[in-house]
């Protein structure tokens, strides 16, 4: 099994993509584990700026190395370079591009779930809706890139406009929303492999003319896959929702998520049960139809709280303002998501 001081001579000799000087000058190689029963490695890496394209090649050329010195499985976190780094290889470092990524103004909050199904699309679209209701500005990336529904959950026919060299995203709802649907011809199935995935999410940061955000939220794919990972990588403050039903299973498979955000050093905000109940119009019982607890028993298990319960429903709507899956502001549950956009705004106030 590869040592400590090979993985160090291994990836020694990487450039910094913006200072131009290997890891080993600069010091930036922060940590290493290696798991021998499992034949892992993880490191950490400090660069100049992280969330861009370089970053990304970079991670590719560490995991490549790695696995070719022996390694099985290689997990990579990125941090920032110190001050005092950044002050001595300043005169090498080119002049930062004003990004969303380099926000200071900017809270991301990425939506997840450990299965699909769970209605994290429709929480994803409303939560949305439900900040902007409240007066912030507010984005959302439908990053479910094999899966995309946002544009129709949302009912939005148009396509976004490219100005100058920026593709300006399409409003809704006071949302300003981006998503790969935009970029298919009749719901064609996607076919790209990790690598093309990553640059075109990419891309939904750095080439899209967002303005000021108070609020980005991502609607990642379900579990723990090659997308989910690369927003992991791209957001190191980002904030997560972690999505699921009542039902025990839906809650165990939820918690893989949440144990990959707790794990890249995303704050977990809470969690949401959907499904929590159906409602009986005629009677006002409440049947609890996927059973009870799987909410309460994630959220103990990631050491948060429970923001919010969503009973089985469907919004109203008409041919003319259609959108099947947005809940109006007076709607029983368009108040409900209205509360828990309070409850994420006073979390991430604290």
Known sequence: MITESQVREILGGLKEPFLHKTLSELNAIEEIKIKQEKNHISVKIDIARTGTSEQLQLQTQVVNLLKEAGAESVGIRFG????????ANRQAEPEQEKSLLN?????FIAIASGKGG?????????????LARLG????LIDADIYGFSVPDMMGITKRPVVRGEKIIPVERFGVQVISMGFFVEDNAPIIWRGPMLGKMLNSFFNEVEWG???YLLLDLPPGTGDVALDVHTMLP??????????????AFVAARAGAMAVRTNHEVLGV?????YFESKATGEKEYVFGRGGGDKLAEELNTEVLGRLPLDQPDWNEEDFAPSIYQEDHKLGKTYLNIAENVVSRLNK
Do not use: F
């Open 103 to 107: 926000s200071n103004n900017t809270t």
């Open 272 to 276: 949401i049960e959907n499904m929590a």
């Open 212 to 214: 000021e955000l108070d």
């Open 80 to 87: 920032v370079l110190s001050d005092e780094v950044l002050a």
């Open 118 to 130: 769970v209605g994290k699309s429709t929480v994803s679209v409303n939560l949305a809706v439900a």
């Open 136 to 139: 912030k500005k507010v984005g």
């Open 237 to 250: 403050a980002c904030k997560e929702i972690i999505v699921t039903t009542p039902h025990p299973t839906a």
